[in-house]
């Protein structure tokens, strides 16, 4: 029995609903799902390719669950670690490299090499730098206490915009795409017709817009994908989420995500040549819901209105066209001119509360959000900005959304 495949087949049909299995809750058992490929399901998966010449690891798993990587493909095969590839920076896949050194030099063998992207090594220098402030945006996406990983492994051999390697007879291409990250690496064996594709594929969403995080790029994305559909992939290995078997399967999934991205792209861009601002983009750009009814497209994760501000960012910068935000007053003195106004905070957050109940979240954020600023001293209005807040987390879909505002719900008065 297949547990990977059990539960592919499952979401592909859609006799499983993604809701209960999204891609970043890993199964943690491994399969062989190719010849001589074992497939590590983690958070990251990791992959592990047999050659002649020993294991080539894509991706090492992350400074939480490298272990279990190591252990899981230690039940499968006993070789010793030829090289590493890294599909991309992030601390979910590249951890774990000095189990497989260790393991080397009590055995004799020749230390494993690491390959990655040129650009790598500038994402772990800036990790570094913004060691405080990634924890700090990692704890509110994933709800999660944890310290900021150190301790980078940098890559022995970097390359610019394409790698062949030949292990043990074995042809193993390295191509560089800018998508989630501009560090990322796609892997293809083509004697194995065999994909691994990194975070470019993700089995939902793609995670193009994370509001939290650095640029994304999801036109050259786009254009990653419908290049790796063209290789007519018999087996594609995801970064997170459980494998894909079959041609057309795989071909389906790369152009249908590849589809999305270019929608949400060229749509932006077009109302940007219009002089739009990014309000009536945000409003008027939508993904098409035929898409976002694939069990792999589902915005569980990330969501298209982030991607849409993802974009503009790209071309517009981080000024969103409305005049009074270039140089906006402090929030506070705006939050109590309004509730000046309106008659006092408390007449805003019951407003908020109303609208709340009625399901308008995004305007009851707004107000419960002014009462706060307004009243930073007021424990009753922090309590029910509190209730406003943990309501939008619960009519919350993706997961970068609900971390947001259950983050924001859990906040205490100021002052």
């Known amino acids: 029995m297949s547990i990977l495949r059990d539960r592919f087949e499952g979401l592909w049909s859609g006799e499983l609903a993604p809701e209960g299995n999204l891609a970043s809750s890993p199964l943690f058992v491994g399969e062989e799902v190719a010849d001589r490929t074992w497939f ?3 958070f990251a998966n990791a992959t592990a390719i047999a050659t002649d010449a020993g294991l080539v690891l894509i991706d090492t798993g992350s400074f939480v669950f490298s272990t279990q990587v190591f252990l899981d493909v230690r039940s499968w095969s006993q070789a010793g670690a030829h090289a590493a590839i890294f599909t991309h920076g992030h601390v979910d896949h590249c951890f774990g490299v000095e ?3 260790a393991e080397s030099k009590e055995r004799g063998l020749p230390l494993p090499r690491v390959y990655a992207h040129e650009n790598t090594p500038e994402r772990f220098r800036r990790y570094e730098r913004t060691r405080g ?3 700090c945006i990692n704890a509110r996406q994933f709800q999660s206490k944890f310290e900021w990983p150190i301790g980078y492994r940098y890559p022995d051999v970097t390359y610019a915009d394409k790698l062949a390697l030949d292990v043990g007879g074995e042809r193993i291409e390295l191509h560089h795409a800018r998508g989630e990250t501009d560090d990322a690496t796609w892997v293809w064996v ?5 994909l691994c594709t990194g975070d470019l594929f993700l089995w939902v969403t793609p995670n193009a817009g994370n509001p939290q995080k650095v640029q994304r790029y999801a036109l050259e994305w786009a254009v990653a994908l419908r290049t790796m559909a063209a290789l007519e992939a018999e087996v594609l290995c995801p970064g997170h989420g459980v494998p894909i078997w079959g041609r057309e399967r795989v071909r389906r999934a790369l152009t249908e ?9 060229d749509r932006t861009v077009e109302l940007m040549n219009q002089g739009a601002r990014l309000d009536d983009i945000v409003h008027a750009v939508k993904a098409p819901a035929r898409l976002l009814e694939r069990p792999y497209l589902q915005p569980l994760y990330d969501e298209p209105e982030f991607i849409v501000r993802n974009v503009y960012r790209l071309y517009g ?7 009074a935000t270039l140089q906006p007053a402090p929030t506070a003195s705006l939050a109590r001119e309004v509730a000046g106004l309106a008659g006092g905070a408390a007449r805003l957050v019951e407003r908020a509360q109303a609208l709340s109940a009625s399901g308008e979240h995004a305007l009851a954020c707004h107000l419960a959000e002014l009462a706060g600023e307004a009243a930073p001293r007021d424990e009753g209005i922090w309590r029910a900005r509190a209730l406003v807040y943990a309501a939008r987390a619960q009519a919350a879909r993706s997961l970068m959304a609900r971390g947001v505002y259950l983050t924001a ?7």
């Open 40 to 42: 590590v399901s983690s």
């Open 99 to 101: 189990k497989w050194e």
């Open 133 to 135: 402030w990634n924890g």
């Open 190 to 194: 083509p004697g194995r017709k065999l």
């Open 257 to 265: 995500t590849a589809e999305l991205l270019e929608h949400l792209h």
């Open 317 to 323: 910068g981080w000024w969103d066209g409305n005049p």
């Open 409 to 415: 719900s859990e906040e205490r008065r100021r002052g």
